[in-house]
């Protein structure tokens, strides 16, 4: 019996043509092209911060960022340490995610498992609405509501705390009658970066199989055991990437914290005294710079902040890689 002949097919050609007729090949390349964008971006501004600041790192050295007892900014006398304004930025932004964690998490339950269908809807328009206000609002808001009818009453209760010896320099009293402190932008974070936490965790609560749910009431758990037991664990990678959203929002937030804080330069550690942080500082002072050292050391805390935003990341996204990659385990378990 004669055999036909088949003439042999170009594989390759034919996985090209099947992969481009279904844009495989072309939103490969967009997705690479975008990743390959951001990350170029974020060299590209480290590196415009390491080159601009380049003399004030020659001639401030390390003592520039390192904790020191006579921590200084005067740019008048051309002496630049810029330790107090690090320490505000860290004790504000965490004091931040300290108190938005709990809230936003619980906002998150109740919207994606206890809230009447009625009102789930509008809530989560609040809560995103929320999280679109412009920081200069929250600001105007902080300076004519919320600190003279919240964070003085809260200040002069912490205070008594700065009687007892251990605590005595976080709650170094009396607070401002006006409210601004560092306490009062660290409220302010708070507010501003609870919808966001929530907008998400609700929606990584949402994302959880119906399965599981299922499955933990049918074991007889109580609704609170199968939140508090299976949705949480479950989803906590998703969790913690919104906490690092936040904890970003918080690091970098500029207006609303300028407006609250107080803008000292005192170099203090108490929580009830005015402050600075690093973003509050480079918007007060960037363009009513004295010296070329004087920018240059500006450009420096830009440096220092930058650095300081991306090891916070890593470390977080670390844990967020630990906790998802523990989490499949868990759940087959």
């Not at 804080?261 to 005015?274: D, F, V």
Request: net charge positive; charged share 10%; aromatic share 8%.
């Amino acid at each position: 019996m004669k055999k036909i002949s088949v003439p042999r097919e170009n594989h390759w050609l034919a996985r090209f043509q099947r992969s481009t007729h279904h844009g495989d090949v072309l939103w490969s390349g967009l997705i690479i092209l975008a990743s390959l964008l951001v990350l170029a971006l974020v060299i590209a501004i480290g590196w415009m911060l390491w080159q601009q600041s380049a003399d004030a790192r020659v001639k401030l050295g390390w003592g520039f960022i390192l904790p020191t007892s006579n921590a200084t900014w005067d740019p008048l006398s051309g002496v630049f340490q810029s330790w107090a304004f690090i320490y505000s930025t860290l004790m504000t932004s965490l004091l931040a995610i300290l108190l938005a964690v709990p809230i936003s998490v619980g906002i998150a339950i109740f919207l994606a498992e206890l809230c009447p269908p009625s009102l789930r809807l509008p809530l989560n328009w609040m809560i995103e609405l929320l999280a679109a206000i412009p920081s200069v609002v929250y600001g105007l808001w902080g300076i004519f509501v919320f600190l003279p009818k919240v964070v003085v009453p809260i200040g002069e209760g912490l205070a008594i705390l700065g009687q007892v010896p251990v605590l005595n320099s976080f709650f170094t009293g009396p607070i401002p009658l006006s409210g601004s402190s560092r306490l009062a932008a660290a409220m302010i974070l708070t507010i501003m970066i609870i919808p966001t936490i929530a907008a998400i965790t609700r929606d990584v609560l949402l994302a959880i199989p119906n399965s599981q749910r299922e499955a933990a009431m049918g074991l007889g758990s109580t609704r609170w055991e199968m939140i508090w037991q299976v949705l949480l664990p479950y989803g906590l990678s998703g969790m913690l990437g919104a906490i690092i959203l936040g904890l970003g929002r918080a690091l970098g937030e500029t207006m609303a914290v300028t407006m609250v804080i107080g803008n000292s330069l005192e170099a203090t550690n108490s929580l009830l005294k005015p402050g600075s942080t690093m973003a509050s500082l480079l918007a007060n002072q960037f363009k009513e710079a004295v010296s070329q050292l004087h920018t240059d050391a500006m450009i420096e805390i830009g440096l220092t902040l930058f650095v300081i935003t991306l090891i916070l990341n890593l470390i977080a996204r670390f844990l967020v890689w630990q906790v998802a990659r523990r989490t499949p385990q868990e759940a087959r378990a």
